[in-house]
């Protein structure tokens, strides 16, 4: 069994974002320790990017405070090496594909399998051109995770068909950020997504409240949280950790009900 499948062996999964370097290269390791301890079951990690398109202002500016701060590519893997010597926490990137083609798509690949690296989502990569990613990702045991927008029934189906690690449920159209209401009919979407695969479903875009993250959990297999977990961030800085983990805490305890 994988570790992104064992993340969803115990409940309902609580998965959490933070971007790398931000503020930086040593909190971001120390806040996905504190995570782990507060009951996050999966750690998404994103990579600075300059143009992060799916991405609303809260990780944009993560983004650039990160890239600031002189965090690349190489450095993330550094991040997940030093994570990796003590804990065995799923581990997901979230990145663009400028980044990786740049990197050298095996080159990347191989550096994944190397450090520790369970799966990956890229947002700009289309479904239709992604294998040419996918033969790397496959080769390395990387999964490519798939994100699933509210769109069409056939095409949600054709895109579950192929998914590895968890299905990435876009709770609603648009850039990530926090929500106060998520009016998408998310209900049909995982049953659809239940009638072609047995890979888990998390819900993700605009959860941020415990209340939000209990509907969800009620619906799929897990909750990510990402601009919540980033403005903790933004807010406290190199202070975050309390925050963080009363934060977590309270939406993995969430999660669960």
């Known amino acids: 069994m994988s570790r992104i499948e064992q993340a969803f062996q115990n409940g309902k999964a609580f998965l959490a974002f933070l971007t790398a370097g931000d503020p930086t ?13 507060a009951g996050a079951d999966l750690i998404e990690i994103g990579i600075p990017f300059s143009d992060p398109t799916a991405e609303g202002v809260v990780i944009q500016d993560a983004n650039e405070r990160a890239l600031k701060n002189g965090m ?21 990137f979230l990145t663009y594909l400028n980044p990786v083609f ?24 289309p479904y239709e051109e ?39 449920l876009v709770s609603s159209m648009g850039v990530t950020g926090v929500r106060s209401e998520i009016h998408t009919d998310l209900a049909t979407i995982v049953k659809s997504l239940r009638e072609v695969t047995e ?24 909750v990510i949280v990402g601009s919540a977990i980033v403005k903790i961030i933004a807010k406290y800085g190199e202070d975050a950790g309390p925050a963080l983990v009363e934060y977590v805490s309270e939406m993995k305890k969430a999660t669960q009900n």
């Open 199 to 222: 890979v888990p479903c998390a819900i993700g875009f605009g959860i941020s409240t415990p209340e939000q993250a209990e509907q969800m959990a009620a619906l799929a297999d897990g």
């Open 102 to 125: 740049h990197y050298g798509y095996e080159r990347f690949f191989e550096k994944c399998q190397e450090t520790g690296v369970d799966g990956i989502i890229i947002p700009d990569l």
């Open 25 to 37: 290269m040593e909190k971001t390791i120390e806040y996905i320790f504190e995570m782990e301890q």
């Open 130 to 168: 992604s294998e040419e990613v996918n033969q790397y990702a496959k080769k390395y045991q990387v999964d490519l995770i798939r994100l699933i927008a509210p769109t069409s029934e056939q095409r949600i189906q054709m895109i579950a068909k192929e998914a590895k690690g968890f299905v990435y």
């Open 72 to 92: 690349n590519t190489s450095k993330v893997f550094e991040i997940v090496q030093t994570v990796r010597k003590k804990s065995q926490i799923p581990l997901v």
